[in-house]
C-alpha cells in the first residue's frame, strides 16, 4: 500500500501549524527576551563547513541505524511514492529537525542548564544534569504522539546525543551539526525505514517464491 503526497500532506501542514511554528516562536522570543540573541539558542555560522560535512558523514550511517531500529519497534509500513519520499525527507531534514534543536536543545537545555547553574552545585554538575533533564523530557513528549515506550527509549536516547553534541561545541554554540544528525535519524526513522522494511519484506517473499518453486 502506497503513502501519496496528499497522505503526507494531510498531517504536515497541521504538525507545522500545531508544533513547529510555536517551536520557533517561543526560541525566538526567549533569544530577545534574553538578550542573547541567535547566537544564545546556537545559530552561528561558525565553523559551518566543518559541520555540514561531519554531520553528513556521521549522519548516513546514524540513519541507517534509525531505520534498522525503525524496523524493531514498528515493522508495518506504508511505502512512499517517490514524490512523497523527497517531500518527507525535506520536512524532515529542513523543518522539523531545526525547529526542535532550537526549541528543546537551544532553549530548553539552555535554560535547564542555566537555571541549575544558579544552584550550589558544580558547573559541571549542573551542566550533566541540565542535559540529562531535557533529555528525558524530550524523550516523554514523543509519548505525545502516541509513540510505543520502545520507540520513546530510542528517540530519548538519540536526543542526548543532540544535546551532547551541541554541548561539545563549546563556546562556539552551534546547533548545526546536532540539527544534521537529528535531520538524517528522523529521516531514517520515520521516512526511509518505509524503503528498508519493504525492500526486506520483498527479499523474503522473493526466497519464499524460490524455495516452494524448489
Known amino acids: 500500500k502506497y503513502n501519496h503526497v496528499e497522505d503526507t500532506w494531510n498531517w ?9 511554528v510555536p517551536f520557533v516562536a517561543a526560541t525566538a522570543i526567549y533569544a530577545r527576551a534574553s538578550g542573547r540573541g541567535a547566537h544564545g539558542v546556537g545559530c552561528t555560522r561558525d565553523g559551518w563547513a566543518r559541520d555540514l560535512v561531519y554531520g553528513t558523514m556521521a549522519g548516513i550511517p546514524l540513519a541507517g541505524i534509525a531505520a534498522a531500529f525503525r524496523g524493531y519497534v514498528a515493522p508495518w509500513y506504508r511505502l512512499p511514492t517517490p514524490a512523497d519520499q523527497a517531500l518527507q525527507s525535506a520536512f ?7 525547529a526542535e534543536e532550537l526549541f528543546w536543545r537551544g532553549m530548553v537545555q539552555t535554560l535547564a542548564i ?4 544558579r544552584l550550589p552545585m558544580p558547573e559541571r554538575n549542573a551542566t550533566a544534569l541540565g542535559w540529562a ?15 510505543s515506550w520502545r520507540a520513546v527509549g530510542g528517540v530519548t536516547v538519540a536526543g542526548g546525543l543532540f544535546g551532547a553534541v551541541y554541548l561539545a561545541t ?35 517473499k522473493s526466497k519464499l517464491t524460490s524455495r516452494e518453486s524448489e
Do not use: C, E
Open 133 to 147: 533533564m531535557t533529555t528525558v523530557v524530550f524523550g516523554a513528549y514523543h509519548r505525545l504522539g502516541n509513540w
Open 114 to 117: 542555566s537555571g541549575l547553574r
Open 170 to 204: 563549546g563556546k562556539r554554540r552551534s546547533l548545526l551539526l546536532p540539527t544534521i544528525l537529528h535531520g538524517f535519524m528522523t529521516a531514517g526513522f520515520l521516512s526511509w525505514g518505509d524503503v528498508l522494511l519493504h525492500r526486506r519484506n520483498q527479499h523474503a
Open 92 to 98: 524532515y531534514l529542513a523543518v522539523n529537525a531545526p
Open 12 to 20: 504536515l501542514w497541521k504538525d507545522t501549524l500545531g508544533r513547529i
